[in-house]
T-cell receptor, first 112, second 114 residues
Framework: AQSVTQPDIHITVSEGASLELRCNYS??????LFWYVQSPGQGLQLLLK??????LVQGIKGFEAEFKRSQSSFNLRKPSVHWSDAAEYFC??????????FGTGTRLTIIP | NAGVTQTPKFQVLKTGQSMTLQCAQD?????MSWYRQDPGMGLRLIHY???????DQGEVPNGYNVSRSTTEDFPLRLLSAAPSQTSVYFC?????????????FGPGTRLTVT
């Protein structure tokens, strides 16, 4: 069965600092991988996705993620965070069965 | 396009009451799904549908019913609410596996069962 692990429940970074959110997945074939962001009181918005090809994918709001098959990871990065990036971030994995499995989320706090 | 809409935004029920959470999308998406979000558990799939007239169970279907009579609408029914169903419910839609697979989420319904 597919699964996603986000080992960090809560991360705090200073505004302007770099960010890396970790995501590890388990999937039997080439996965479809996603990062979603949820601002307080809002639904989820897609940041970026990986299906195939270049393992470094660019998303919205200056985020990027790198697919590493050997490590079963799909970590999200941003070189310089802004206060508006404070939110909860979810990694998800899916495949041909049309179901997505979400991680438990990482809450990001930005301090001035 | 309005995208995915959900009503109501907030609801309080007493144990044993029934209600229907509404979900509609205007993007002609074939695939629609319902998730519940609980603290520390991420999103868990309740039911999903790959097209009008076709539904299937997800990870946590007990206590919930769905139907899909049209492409646009995918209501979620709680027949006899229980406190364990206190959660935030999200509806999502997508073109499905044959297209971009991106899921578009509604704003959510916060349900409290007392």
């Amino acid at each position: 069965a597919q699964s996603v692990t986000q080992p960090d429940i809560h991360i705090t970074v200073s505004e302007g600092a770099s960010l890396e959110l970790r995501c590890n997945y388990s999937y039997g074939a080439t996965p479809y991988l996603f990062w979603y962001v949820q601002s307080p009181g809002q639904g989820l918005q897609l940041l970026l996705k990986y299906f195939s090809g270049d393992t470094l994918v660019q998303g919205i709001k200056g985020f990027e993620a790198e697919f590493k098959r050997s490590q079963s990871s799909f970590n999200l990065r941003k070189p310089s965070v802004h206060w508006s990036d404070a939110a909860e971030y979810f990694c998800a994995v899916g495949g041909g069965n049309e179901k997505l499995t979400f991680g438990t989320g990482t809450r990001l706090t930005i301090i001035p | 396009n309005a995208g995915v809409t959900q009503t109501p935004k907030f609801q309080v029920l007493k144990t044993g009451q029934s209600m229907t959470l509404q979900c509609a999308q205007d993007m002609n998406h074939e695939y629609m799904s319902w998730y519940r979000q609980d603290p520390g558990m991420g999103l868990r799939l309740i039911h999903y549908s790959v097209g009008a007239g076709i539904t299937d169970q997800g990870e946590v279907p007990n206590g919930y019913n769905v139907s899909r009579s049209t492409t646009e609408d995918f209501p979620l029914r709680l027949l006899s609410a229980a406190p364990s169903q206190t959660s935030v419910y999200f509806c999502a839609s997508s073109y499905g596996v044959s297209k971009s697979y991106e899921q578009y989420f509604g704003p959510g319904t916060r349900l409290t069962v007392t």
